[in-house]
């Protein structure tokens, strides 16, 4: 279980979080809004990147005294709206470089990126340059990094932009196993509704930095106000 | 194999004066595997490499004076002092990236320059600093290579060796750890990494091989004069890097074959060594605007080119 309490982030004057709430109890949980809603803000103030105020909690452990690179040896993960693989390490390097970093013996660490290569069938790749892999290749190694070491708290910043829809159906399926993988809590951001209602019980909408709904994603979507802050963006957009 | 090749005949061939070059090329070849490895691995620029070198070979003619020690024990004392000076450096350098950081180095390195000519290196004079007029004490090298060939392949060695110290941190944490640092900060935090801990190492790193290079050198030429080390010669050393290509051993070589054969050739055709300058100039535009690799990469690219065809 994900706790936010009263998270507020602040740049300058400009309030990009104002007071959220949210206790996400799902295995897979969303968080959904227009551009410039807060999203990628949230999962930053949960990384421990920006200052923010209020309290985030993981069960009854509380994350908010941990700077950022504990945090990922305590158990968060993520990937990032532009992916973060290193393209000069091979794929098993960009998988290992998490695993040296947490508290495992090296025969430990070694199973747990081989249970990762496996977990995402990403065997053939290996042992390629990270450089030349195709977007989605880069989205599969990128999810293996996620579920390395038991983690607590798996954060997927749109892990599905700008793929096809066939990759996204895959990916999606990954997603859905993760909790078998891992029993991390997992929260993920997408502009994808589909995507968001097939794998998210839970979602929480944000909109100008403010939750304008939380709870099971069926109603979540078919709530007025939700829909309003969508269509409005649809209106921006033509 | 090259090495090997190299280790055998260089020494062999090469006549007196450029024994003499060969072995202060080689020193530089450590130095610029350290500055390569920084820009290459880390994406950050220190500008003040050769000025470290001088502490490396100021702390190994102190070192040599003063005491009776063997010369490799003075080595690695002026390898691990210069690694806490790479260390001093990286303090303020750890918040900064870029231009910034680049800029830090610069003036650390333009403090060295003036340090070390109002002080000069110590060649066997009273006191702390070591300094007598016109006359020097002799400088020992180590008992098994103080012949000029002998030790230029003592420089050989220690090349390879560097070079190993370097690829071996690659291949493990430290070298993935700089990686995701390279592809950002962010990325960096996400894998547990502690940012600052593998900076520090990476200018640790750095400051230990130009320590080493500058005890090699001091042991090269037993004197060292301040100009050696002037905060531009750092500039141009980097500059020169780029042009070679920072990315492997040989755009490191090119890079040190550059800074010291090139001239010492001008000097023997008797042209203006400046005229190098020039040279510099347009190899480091024609590297920026056609090779983001370096000549290295350009070589490389070419010989596997050759190599399909065939
Ligand atoms: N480091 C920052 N400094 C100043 N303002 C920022 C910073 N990061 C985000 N913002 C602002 O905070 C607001 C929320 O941004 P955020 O990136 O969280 O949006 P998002 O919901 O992820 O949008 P998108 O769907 O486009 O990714 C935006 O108005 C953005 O301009
Ligand atoms: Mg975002």
């Known amino acids: 279980m994900i706790t936010l309490n009263n998270l507020t982030v602040r740049f300058g004057g400009v309030t990009a979080l104002d007071a959220i709430s949210a ?18 803000t949230t999962m930053n103030a949960i990384s421990g990147f920006l200052d923010y105020q209020g309290v985030i909690n993981w069960n009854d452990e509380t994350v908010d005294d941990l700077n950022p690179f504990k945090r990922t040896r305590w158990g968060l993960r993520r990937s990032f709206q532009k992916e973060q693989i290193a393209d000069d390490l091979s794929v098993l390097d960009n998988l290992q470089a998490i695993a040296d970093n947490l508290p495992l013996s090296r025969s430990e660490k070694r199973a747990e990126v081989e249970h990762a290569i496996e977990s995402m069938s990403i065997a053939p790749l290996a042992n390629r340059k990270a450089e030349s892999l195709n977007a989605y290749e880069k989205r599969l190694a990128d999810l293996g990094r996620c579920i390395i070491g038991n983690p607590k708290i798996i954060m997927l910043d749109e892990p599905c932009g700008g793929l096809q829809q066939e ?9 859905l196993k993760i909790p078998e993988l891992t029993g991390a809590n997992t929260l993920i951001i997408d502009h994808d509704v589909d995507l968001i209602s097939r794998i998210c019980t839970e979602t929480l909408v944000l909109d100008f930095g403010k939750r304008i709904a939380f709870g099971e994603t069926a109603n979540v979507l078919a709530d007025p106000k939700v829909k309003a802050a969508y269509l409005g963006v649809e209106e921006d957009a033509k | ?9 260089i020494p062999v061939l090469a006549g007196g004066q450029w024994v003499k070059i060969f072995i202060s090329t080689g020193c530089f070849i450590l130095a610029a595997a350290g500055v390569a490895f920084m820009y290459a691995r880390l994406g950050m620029v ?15 003619l102190r070192m040599n004076h003063a005491f009776d020690l063997p010369f490799e024990i003075n080595l690695a004392v002026a390898g691990a002092v210069t690694l806490v000076f790479g260390w001093l450096l990286a303090m303020p350098a750890l918040k900064m990236r870029g231009l ?9 390195a333009g403090g060295l320059e003036v340090i070390f000519s109002t002080f000069r290196f110590p ?18 090298r180590p008992t098994l290579a103080s012949s000029d060939a002998d030790y230029l392949r003592y420089i050989i060695l220690a090349i390879v ?9 690659m291949r493990t944490a430290p070298g993935r750890a700089w990686a995701m640092i390279r592809r950002s900060e962010a990325a960096a935090y996400a894998s547990g990494v502690n940012v600052v801990y593998y900076k520090a190492w990476a200018f640790g790193l750095a400051g230990f ?20 080390f002037r905060a531009s010669e750092s500039i141009m050393l980097f500059a020169l890097m780029i042009v070679g290509g920072s990315r492997g051993w040989l755009g490191v070589l090119i890079a040190a074959a550059l800074y010291r054969i090139v001239p010492a050739l001008f000097n023997d055709w008797g042209i203006d060594a400046d005229i190098s300058l020039i040279i510099f100039g347009a190899a480091l535009l024609h590297a920026i605007i056609t090779a983001p690799n370096g000549l290295s990469g350009q070589l490389i690219d070419l010989f596997s080119k050759e190599s399909k065809r065939t």
């Open chain 2, 209 to 228: 091989l130009a320590g080493i290079s500058g005890g090699l050198l001091a042991g090269g030429l037993g004197l060292l004069d301040p100009a050696t």
């Open chain 2, 123 to 140: 060649n066997g004079g009273e006191g702390f600093w070591g300094v007598m007029p016109s006359v020097a004490d002799p400088f020992r």
């Open chain 2, 1 to 9: 194999m090259l090495a090997l090749l190299v280790f055998i005949f």
């Open chain 2, 100 to 108: 910034y950081l680049a800029l830090i180095t610069l003036m650390a």
């Open chain 1, 167 to 175: 990759e996204t159906d895959h990916l999606g399926e990954l997603i």
């Open chain 2, 161 to 169: 060796v560097g070079f190993l110290i370097i690829e071996l941190h």
């Open chain 1, 23 to 40: 206790q996400f109890c799902q295995p897979i949980s969303g968080i959904i809004g227009p551009n410039g809603a807060g999203k990628t």
């Open chain 2, 46 to 60: 220190s500008l003040g490499q050769i000025a470290l070198m001088g502490i490396g070979g100021w702390v190994m």
